[in-house]
């Protein structure tokens, strides 16, 4: 029977359920950060390293959300994902503590490992199969607004309440996220069998590996680039403001991707996206001679992060079964997890080290690299693709 496509009920709730549940985390810390220092005399790097924690946390806990999938269902694994959340602000807004901090940071990492796009994701994969490829680009395009709705919702709730009544609201608005997804089914996975990571990989476990790496990379970047964008945008003299153009980027790159329904498969997709970094990266080490260079580089990156997303999740699709995708990126995705926890750091110590061009450059490098990885799961792809039918015309002659 062909698996049927996302109702448009469940595609509203995901990405309404995305845009508030990333909103109130990863982006909540780049909002409210300078207020939380004020009041509280914490270090800026003391803040947002409760951020990372929780990156570490999803990173560890990413192995077992197949069996979490398997044992709730994707609706209940969801939903408590975004309850612990919404608890971890409350926590944020009530604890006086640097350890208490970092243990409702902790918390938070368990929700976001379970309710933001992956294993969103993992959940829409088993509930509707390869036809959810539609539905996931929707989804990403809903959780891409979210830093341009939050951060200005967030500055507007500091100027009429303190940070604390802040995380308040953001509390209240993460238990409204989990009741978004109500209409949502509850299939369960098939029965995981206890398998350790290298026995989910033993098949195909070349582009396995390869699919590991590329993301790890990219993400990397990803992570870093973006953390780091405002000094980019201070060091050319440029307004905060074109900082927007990250945002409009993003958002309209996720549109296009939409628009073009089947005709960008996950790896056409890939290898366009893979090719663009490190030309767009060519045009931010330009910005220095070029003046427009800076701002194209800001849209144009944004974009490519945009993309990125959109490919992480879909690739996977297109080079292992859909029955196997939980338990796969499960383990696939604990490299880049941990990168993106390190990113921030290490683009810090690239910046003071070689300066704001040589961490362009650094990065311009990896990306090479990444491209390399996608033309050869291309290649690879392929290769299986012709092997499988010439095993298929043989055993029909």
């Not at 829409?124 to 036809?131: A, E, I, K, S």
């Not at 369960?188 to 396995?208: E, F, G, Q, W």
């Not at 970047?221 to 993003?250: C, D, M, R």
């Amino acid at each position: 029977m062909k698996t049927p496509a996302a109702p448009l009920s469940v595609t509203l709730a995901a990405g309404g359920n995305q845009l508030i549940n990333w909103g109130i985390s990863f982006y909540m810390p780049g909002t409210f950060a300078r207020a939380i220092m004020q009041d509280t005399g914490w270090a800026a790097t003391h803040i947002y390293f409760g951020l990372t924690l929780a990156m570490l946390v999803m990173a560890l806990l990413s192995p077992w959300v197949a069996r979490l999938l398997a044992h709730f269902g994707g609706q209940r694994v969801v939903i408590g994902g975004t309850m612990l959340i919404a608890i971890g602000c409350l926590l944020m807004s009530l604890i006086h503590t640097l350890p208490g901090w970092y243990c409702a940071w902790i918390l938070t990492g368990v929700g976001m490992r379970l309710a933001l796009y992956d294993g969103l994701f993992a959940a829409l994969v088993n509930l509707y199969g390869q036809r959810a490829r539609a539905t996931i680009s929707r989804v990403t395009l809903s959780g891409g607004l979210a830093s341009a709705l939050f951060w200005p919702l967030g500055s507007a709730l500091l100027t009429l309440i303190d940070w604390r009544h802040a995380l308040l609201v953001y509390s209240l608005l993460g238990f409204l996220s989990a009741l978004i997804l109500i209409p949502m089914p509850n299939q369960k996975l098939p029965p995981v069998s206890p398998r350790s990571p290298s026995a989910v990989l033993s098949r195909d476990v070349h582009i396995s590996w390869l699919y590991a790496a590329l993301i790890a990379i990219v993400t990397f970047i990803s992570n870093g680039t973006s953390t780091h964008l405002p000094e980019f945008i201070a060091a050319h003299g440029l307004p905060i403001a074109v900082g927007i153009l990250w945002g409009v980027g993003q958002t309209g790159a996720r549109f296009l991707e939409v628009a073009s329904g089947s005709v960008l498969t996950p790896i056409r997709l890939t290898l366009l996206t893979v090719f663009f970094i490190p030309l767009c990266f060519a045009l931010g080490i330009s910005s220095t001679h070029i003046g427009w260079a800076a701002g194209g580089f800001v849209l144009g990156y944004g974009a490519i992060n945009g993309l990125t997303t959109v490919f992480k999740a879909t690739l996977p699709l297109q080079l292992f079964a859909a029955e196997d995708y939980a338990r796969r990126t499960g383990v696939l995705l604990i490299p880049a997890q941990l990168l993106a926890a390190a990113s921030p750091f290490a683009y810090a110590w690239l910046n003071q080290t070689l300066g704001m061009q040589g961490s362009l450059t650094v990065s311009a490098a990896l990306a090479v690299i990444a491209a390399g990885l996608a033309v050869t799961i291309a290649l690879c792809q392929t290769a299986r693709i012709t092997k499988n039918n010439d095993q298929h015309a043989s055993r029909q002659g």
